[in-house]
């Protein structure tokens, strides 16, 4: 214990006895006698005791500390000191504090950190307090650079809010990081095909932002194709094949593909009207087949800036059997529907084999249906040959189905009708 006295008196005084509550009594050496009653302002202090109760509230690059005061001492100032969570070693936070608050500032963002507190007064200093923890709020960084990345064709990647010494780049299988890890900016190359991304994470191997990437020619292995079969007049026999893309393969916006080329296993095969995507996901060509009956297995492949990509298997498309043609379709205002008498046989003249050729009867009698989804049957007309048209203007958009009973077969061929307005 330390006793401090502050007191103004003349002479030479020494103290006698403490008088409990008002002070001490005063003896004057010079004149041998005792003054009485003289109030004296005393402060007693003992070693105080360290601070409890810490709180903390963290921001990016600093954080707000309080604390409870010493419940012995009193203390006069507090002593803080603080470090990453990770290091041993502790750093002063000065000047000192009188009371019990301080604030940290120039601290790393997504850190964590480790604080403690001590009280001083005269009489000496406590312990330190127990260890409070707190992490610092991340700025996210964000990335730019463009996709895809082809072979030999390296591309630089920049990160804004980089945190150096605490930040660095990571990349995905098929992608390659090959100059500075730990800079803001860095160059990527292709050693793959496919979806890939680069990251940039923190010291604790945390993911803070992620820009995925295409890699190299497109691979497009989710292709399918619903294959819808039309005609248009003079008995021209079209194919149409829709094409989609997973949402795991494309990247809209950033891997545009540029053309689309597209094969057949048949032989007299052709494509009119192919029209590329122009960043969107889905495609669309017509496929003529060279005579009717025909039947092919449709393939695909898929350009981008890094070149070609590898075949890949569409659907298999086959022409009407039957000598009724359908068109247009997608049908807008008028379905119509033209029952033409020919053969297959005629499919000989382009050097095609076809077995079990059929004579159309001369003489049928057609019975034609159009179903919505629900199987409600909307239109019915029968006829002998020529032209029936169904009036569709008032049908709502959507996909429809014809059957086409011949008065041979028990069962209707069934084409799938568009309607669009």
């Keep these: 214990m330390k006793i401090i006295m502050l007191f103004s008196i003349k002479g030479i005084f020494f103290f006698t006895e403490l008088i409990q509550n008002s002070g001490y009594k005063v003896a004057d050496e010079t004149q041998g006698i005792y003054i009485s009653n003289v109030q004296l ?13 810490l709180q903390d509230k963290a921001t990016t690059n600093g954080c707000a500390l309080s604390w409870t005061k010493s419940a012995v001492g009193p203390a006069k100032t507090y002593h803080v000191q603080y470090k990453k969570a990770n290091e041993s070693t502790w750093t002063d936070a000065n000047p000192d504090e009188s009371g019990t608050s301080k604030t940290l500032s120039g601290l790393a963002s997504g850190t964590p950190y480790n604080w403690r507190v001590k009280s001083i007064n005269p009489a000496g200093e406590s312990v330190y307090s127990s260890t ?31 945190d150096q010494g605490n930040y660095y780049w990571e990349a995905s299988n098929g ?32 993911e803070l932002a992620q820009f995925r990437i295409y890699v190299g020619t497109p691979l497009h292995t989710d292709f399918y194709a619903n294959i819808m079969e039309s ?29 689309f080329l597209w094969s057949f296993s048949a032989y007299g095969w052709s494509v009119t009207q192919q029209k590329n995507p122009q960043g969107i996901s889905f495609g669309r ?28 298997y569409a659907g298999t498309i086959g022409s009407m059997s039957s000598p009724a043609i359908t ?13 033409v008498q020919e053969t297959i046989s005629q499919a000989k003249s382009l050097e095609q084999t076809v077995t079990d050729a059929k004579v159309i009867k001369q003489d049928p009698t057609y019975d034609l249906r159009l179903y919505d989804a629900q199987s409600n049957l909307l239109r019915q007309s029968f006829t002998k040959g020529g032209t029936v048209q169904f009036n569709v203007s008032n049908l709502l958009n959507g996909i429809y189905y014809l059957h086409i009973y011949d008065g041979i077969s028990e069962k209707p061929e069934i084409r799938q009708i568009m309607v669009e307005h």
């Design 41 to 53: 302002k005393i402060y007693y202090y003992e070693t105080p005791s360290a601070p409890t109760n």
């Design 132 to 162: 409070g923890s707190f992490t610092t709020e991340v700025i996210p960084p964000s990335i730019s650079g463009s996709t895809p990345i082809c072979y030999g064709s390296p591309k630089s990647f920049s990160a804004s809010n980089w």
């Design 175 to 206: 992608l390659v990081i090959f100059s500075c890890s730990t800079c803001p900016t860095t160059n990527v190359s292709a050693n793959g095909s496919g979806d890939g991304w680069v990251s940039i994470k923190n010291s604790n191997h945390v």
């Design 231 to 259: 005609i248009k007049p003079p008995r021209q026999i079209i194919g149409q094949a829709i094409w989609d893309e997973s949402d795991d393969l494309y990247l809209p916006g950033t891997y545009p593909v540029s053309e």
């Design 285 to 312: 060509v017509e496929m003529i087949p060279p005579y009717t009956g025909a039947e092919a297995e449709v393939y695909v492949s898929a350009k981008n800036i890094c070149g070609l990509g590898g075949i890949n």
């Design 327 to 339: 068109y247009p379709n997608p049908a807008t205002n008028t379905l119509t529907i033209e029952i």
